[in-house]
Structures are given as structure tokens and as C-alpha cells.
């Protein structure tokens, strides 16, 4: 048995040995110097919201719906109570005006506790403390930090993480062509009813990958949308199992629905498979951002929000997964 004095001085070395380690340099090339000009712009930047002021979260999943809703990054702050580094951290960065005043406004900061939280801290690969990790508001990581920093080098971090996420969304704006020769007619109404797939048959589609023009004749209403078949097997094929045939939100862009809360039909040409369901996209860019992350965009997102619901009344009721 470890005596009280034992572990008293156990404690003493761990905490000793955790402010060596994690008081080291950052790695190289993780920060930029500081200059006053940057300096400069985070005190400019941060000025008009020292009023209202930021917060750290605690919750990741409140933090990526935050992130979603206003397009900025999370931070991700990786931390333990053991952690010297962490806790000089905490007391002359992490808290200091300058920095609550970005949070909320350039980006969302959220503290993870090492112990507490073992899945993310698995999930993001972290092997000392404190670490960050910086997540664009379409769930692909754009920057990490490993070690201790002052408050000018963290300010340059803060300033750096919106910069790159402005510039990553300015490179996906000109890459996303729209397409004039994209069919983007996946729900379209007919006699006054929403009809999916343009008309086509979802098993076909589905069982045969062949695009089958289906019959008025064979019509089944799932999710208060029509589907057409070409014969009446193939509708009985269908109900037997729906969510098999059925394209993700019926064929609108998960991606639209996520970062601008709107429903949008994607394109017949623009589709992927997640979790064996299909989802179709407005665009090639859209595409792209959905197979770098498809969780992100896809896993248990709630339809609250969308703007125009009228539109598509499915909505209401169903979540993509």
C-alpha cells in the first residue's frame, strides 16, 4: 500500500514532469511569429465585442452546430487539471479579454478535458497537452497546435484560424461551377404532388443502377412523396423495405440543408453512397465537402430551421439518418 506521503510526492513529480514536457516550444512550423501588425488587427477585430464578451463551451456537439450556423471554426482546446502547462495557460491566455472577445465571433472554443473525454481526445490523434485543434465549419481540420503559448502568439493563432477558413471558403466559391447541364430535377410536382427521383424508379435505380423512367400506372407514396415504378413488383419490392430505395432527404443537397439551411434538389449527375443510402448534391464542390466528412454533414442532422419547409413538407418530420 502507497503511503499518504508516498502519494503525496507521486503527485508532486506527475505534476513536475507534466509542466516539463508541456512547457516545451511548440513543434515546428505549428506557429507564426508574431508581428505587431497582427497584433494589431486581433485588437481592432475583437474590440467591438468586448461589450457582449465570448465563452468557452464544454460540449463539441453544441460547438459544430454553432460552428454550422454562424460558418466559422472550432477550437478544439485539449487540456487536464494535471497539465502545468494547461493551467498556466488558463490563467494568463485561455481567460484574457482579447481572447474571449474572438470566441463566438471568428471562432467557436471549446475546452476538452483529456480524462473526461477520452473518445475525442482518440478520435483527433492527441498524444501531449495542451494541444489544439482547429475544425472548419464543414468538419475538415485546418490547423493544430501542440504545446504552450503566450497571449500575442495566441491571438496570432486565433487570427490565423479565421484567415485560413476565410480563404478555404473563398477557394470552394470559385470552384463551385454551377453546371448548366445539370439535371437537378430529382423533386419535381406533378398534378400537385411532390414526385421523387424526376419520375424515375428507385429500384431500378438502386437494385439494377439503371436510370428507368417509371409509370404513372405503379405509383407509391412514401414521406408524402411519389415515387413511379414499372410495375407493380417492383412497387411491392419497395415498401417491403423503403429506406433501402429512397435517396437521402429524397434527393436535396445535404450540404445546402447544413451550411445554409435551405432545401435544394441535387443533381441526377452528383450523387454518393453513405451508410448504403444515396445522396445527391447541387454541385461538384458540395460533393467534395460531403466525401471529406460525410458524418458531419449526414449523421442524426435535424431539419429544424430550414427556411423553406413549405416547399418540401418531408422535412418536418424526418432526419437524414
Not at 513543434?27 to 494589431?40: D, I, R, Y
Not at 487570427?159 to 439535371?183: H, I, P, W
Not at 417491403?240 to 440543408?257: M, T, Y
Not at 454518393?272 to 466528412?293: C, E, I, T, V
Request: aromatic share 8%; net charge negative.
Amino acid at each position: 500500500m502507497i503511503s499518504v506521503i508516498a502519494m503525496g510526492l507521486l503527485s508532486v513529480s506527475v505534476l513536475l514532469a507534466g509542466m516539463e514536457a508541456n512547457s516545451s516550444d511548440p513543434m515546428p512550423g505549428e506557429v507564426e511569429s508574431t508581428n505587431e501588425a497582427s497584433l494589431e488587427t486581433s485588437k481592432v477585430t475583437v474590440e467591438a465585442h468586448k461589450v457582449s464578451g465570448g465563452k468557452w463551451l464544454d460540449s463539441f456537439e453544441e460547438a459544430r452546430k454553432l460552428a454550422i450556423e454562424k460558418n466559422i471554426p472550432v477550437v478544439l482546446h485539449f487540456e487536464a487539471v494535471w497539465c502545468g502547462a494547461c493551467r498556466q495557460m488558463d490563467s494568463a491566455v485561455l481567460n484574457q479579454p482579447t481572447v474571449l472577445g474572438h470566441l463566438g465571433t471568428t471562432v467557436i472554443g471549446v475546452r476538452v478535458d483529456a480524462d473526461r473525454d477520452p473518445d475525442l481526445i482518440a478520435k483527433h490523434g492527441i498524444s501531449s497537452l495542451p494541444t489544439e485543434v482547429v475544425i472548419g465549419p464543414d468538419g475538415k481540420e485546418i490547423g493544430r497546435y501542440a504545446g504552450n503559448a503566450t497571449l500575442d502568439e495566441y491571438l496570432t493563432r486565433l487570427n490565423k484560424s479565421g484567415a485560413t477558413n476565410a480563404a478555404e471558403q473563398s477557394v470552394a466559391k470559385r470552384a463551385d461551377d454551377e453546371d448548366e447541364n445539370l439535371r437537378r430535377c430529382l423533386l419535381v410536382m406533378h398534378d400537385g404532388k411532390v414526385v421523387g427521383l424526376g419520375g424515375y424508379c428507385p429500384v431500378a435505380m438502386i437494385r439494377d443502377k439503371k436510370w428507368s423512367k417509371g409509370s404513372e400506372e405503379f405509383v407509391g407514396t412514401y414521406d408524402g412523396v411519389d415515387y413511379f415504378f414499372m410495375s407493380a413488383e417492383e412497387r411491392e419490392t419497395f415498401f417491403a423495405s423503403p429506406k433501402q430505395f429512397v435517396p437521402g432527404l429524397h434527393g436535396c443537397d445535404p450540404v445546402e440543408l447544413q451550411l445554409g439551411k435551405v432545401a435544394q434538389t441535387g443533381a441526377i449527375e452528383l450523387g454518393a453512397f453513405y451508410k448504403g443510402r444515396l445522396f445527391f448534391f447541387r454541385s461538384q464542390s458540395n460533393r467534395r465537402l460531403f466525401q471529406n466528412n460525410p458524418g458531419w454533414y449526414a449523421d442524426g442532422m435535424p431539419s429544424d430551421g430550414v427556411q423553406n419547409p413549405h416547399q418540401f413538407p418531408f422535412l418536418k418530420s424526418m432526419t437524414l439518418n
